[in-house]
């Protein structure tokens, strides 16, 4: 069973529990640091990596897949790399979309793997040189940013606006993985999705690009309009999922809240079909989600994507090229 957040990482003043989990935060945060010290393969392709320091969802995996698509359009064959959290099944290496299912090998896995070839499991080494073997010319790491394992020459780290950093504090104590001062010498770029509340874009040196923007969505969003709509979501952020929905206009006259990479039971997917059984009511869901649901249940749900919209779309163009620009085959 995963569980939700808990609500005082969010607290920007220190709560008691905070404060009684703090020793526990040091101890994760010298063992983060002392892992930053093993050696890291450099691979004959270049390889970006776009991940985060917060638990919870950012918008690292509809970046990861913004990314493999402007490479895609540049003529280059991108591979995906990806630990593939949320599945229930240990496989590794090359995911087949058309045979692989999300609730085993991961739903953002499903999403990678329809896009470009990508290679799953938590040996990140062994997944990319079997991917260069296979013909990739460059690879994106979805997720990744605390793994030295990989020499990487592009490091993006994705900040969603509105939540920001929490109250900034380690695990346990609160949601980093490691601190924004520890990741920095180690980036190429920042992303800041949505409005910067915490003012992240000014603890950033002016020497590193941030990358702002939106998550605006995509083509589907035009089949929800005269409906009323039931949204459902099973991501690290539900609200932001919501709060999209209605930023676009649509009426919302429910919305359910799982937690991340949720496996829906059959229980609850009879649940989510009788209320939708009122007139002109729709059940809309995150990408994520959908990917997990049975294909006859598919046939009742919108799934509503998503895609970046830059404030400076430049700064993006620039980031791939110096990236390419890394390209070490002869």
Not at 7 to 12: E, L, T
Not at 241 to 261: E, I, K, M, V
Request: hydrophobic letters at 40%; proline letters at 8%.
């Amino acid at each position: 069973m995963r569980l939700m957040a808990p609500s005082f990482w969010q607290n920007p003043a220190p709560t008691t529990l905070s404060n009684l989990l703090l020793p526990f935060s040091k101890v994760a945060g010298f063992l983060t640091r002392q892992r930053q010290n093993q050696p890291s393969l450099k691979l004959p392709v270049p390889v970006l990596c776009c991940g985060n320091i917060t638990v919870g969802g950012t918008g690292k995996t509809p970046m990861a897949l913004h990314l493999l698509q402007q490479l895609i359009r540049r003529g280059r064959t991108p591979h995906a790399i990806t630990r593939g959290y949320g599945g229930r099944s240990k496989k590794t290496g090359l995911i087949h979309p058309e045979l692989d299912k999300a609730i085993d090998v991961g739903d953002e896995t499903i999403l990678l793997a329809r896009l470009a070839p990508t290679w799953r499991g938590p040996d990140r080494q062994a997944n990319a040189l079997q991917a260069i073997a296979a013909g990739a010319d460059c690879l994106v790491m979805d997720d990744g940013l605390q793994d030295p394992s990989l020499h990487k020459d592009m490091s993006i780290l994705i900040v969603d606006g509105p939540a920001g950093l929490g109250n900034q504090r380690l695990l346990p104590a609160g949601p980093l993985r490691e601190s924004l001062s520890d990741i920095l010498p180690r980036l190429q770029a920042v992303v800041i999705f949505g409005k910067d509340r915490q003012h992240i874009a000014k603890q950033i040196p002016q020497s590193l690009p941030v990358l702002k923007g939106i998550l605006s969505p995509g083509t589907s969003i035009h089949k929800l309009r005269g409906f009323q709509i039931i949204a459902f979501a099973g991501i690290g952020r539900p609200q932001k999922f919501f709060s999209t929905l209605q930023d676009a206009g649509l009426t919302l006259l429910r919305t359910l809240t799982f937690p991340d990479h949720h496996i829906y039971s059959d229980r609850e997917l009879k649940q989510l079909a009788q209320l939708a059984h009122a007139p002109d009511t729709m059940l809309v869901t995150t990408e994520k989600d959908y990917v997990k649901l049975p294909s006859l249940f598919q046939n009742f749900v919108i799934s509503l994507d998503v895609e970046p919209r830059w404030s400076n779309p430049a700064i993006a163009d620039e980031l791939l090229d110096h990236f390419l620009a890394n390209d070490r085959r002869e």
